[in-house]
């Protein structure tokens, strides 16, 4: 392949900022995320954003078919160049928040994936909320998020950062940052430095009344400097007696606040709520 700036040049591209657009330029980094990703030969990978297809040439020489979606189609002809010797890729230009979970199904053949992605980050807490709530679920999601971002979904219960994401994702799988990444890796330079993420899923939870857990999660984060038993009483139907005794026979003070509560926390007070 030509050097990704060329083609860009050649093809007269401009980078639209109201898209996220960040290019990774650096193979090593781009080797690294695929490693990152546990990506193997029978894999199907899901790619939200190719750009100009850096990131997708790499994983397609990892895994067995790379179905990319992309909202901007600007990067057609650059796509076109920069994948046209790569026979397992297929890009779709649509905005991945349109495409249904039938359409994704469809257009993947409806067997098992992942999903790797150098996300937008206007579209970060949307894209990982969809794929965990999906019904079509991937089976790991590995992002490049904002550092901030990625330190607030792996952090622990008690500390500023921990939130109704933290607690969503825990629901759902486990979460570790697999590496830190410069903003000088990125191509225009954003303002902030960044962190690949991978999320694997797991059925560790599959008999909990989810929708119910994330009602309390959201709930007990509303009014973030209220304890977790005001948070409670207004946004249930619940007295203040009630639900400081649920806290007491949980061994809790009635005095705390949701951050302090980690997800087994969350699904016994759902459970007596
Ligand atoms: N993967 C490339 C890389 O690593 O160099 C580009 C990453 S860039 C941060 C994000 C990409 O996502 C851009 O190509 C942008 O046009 C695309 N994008 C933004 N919003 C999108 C959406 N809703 N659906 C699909 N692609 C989107």
């Keep these: 392949m030509r050097n990704v700036k ?12 109201q898209f996220g657009q960040n290019f990774i330029t650096d193979t090593n980094l781009l080797g690294s995320m695929v490693q990152d990703a546990k990506i193997t030969k029978d894999d199907i990978v899901v ?14 020489k990892a895994c067995k078919k790379v179905y990319s979606f992309e909202i901007d189609r600007n990067l057609k002809p650059v796509l076109e160049e920069s994948l046209k010797d790569i026979d397992n890729s297929q890009v779709i230009f649509k905005d991945i928040q349109k495409v249904s979970e039938n359409e994704l199904k469809e257009t993947i053949g409806g067997g098992n994936y992942k999903v790797v992605a150098n996300l937008p980050y206007y579209i970060t807490t949307p894209i990982i909320m969809r794929f965990l709530e999906s019904d079509y679920k991937p089976e790991s999601i590995t992002i490049m998020i904002q550092k901030e971002v990625a330190e607030r979904l792996v952090s622990k219960e008690g500390t500023e950062e921990f939130g109704a994401i933290t607690l969503s994702i825990a629901l759902d799988g486990e ?21 690949i993420v991978r999320i694997d899923l797991n059925d560790k939870y599959k008999d909990v009344d989810k929708k119910k857990v994330k009602r309390v999660i959201k709930a007990a984060f509303s009014m973030r400097r209220k304890t977790l038993v005001n948070n409670i009483i207004s946004n249930f139907d619940i007295k203040r007696d009630a ?9 809790l003070d009635p005095r705390v606040r949701g951050e302090a509560l980690d997800i087994d926390k969350y699904i016994e007070l759902s459970n007596k709520i």
């Design 243 to 251: 639900i400081e005794k649920v806290l007491c026979d949980m061994g």
């Design 6 to 17: 060329e083609i860009l040049k050649d093809n007269n591209f401009r980078f639209n900022k």
């Design 175 to 195: 979460v570790c940052i697999t590496r830190n990444v410069s903003r000088e890796m990125f191509m225009p330079m954003p303002n902030v430095d960044s962190a």
């Design 47 to 60: 790619e939200i954003g190719p750009g100009a297809g850096t990131l997708t040439r790499e994983i397609a």
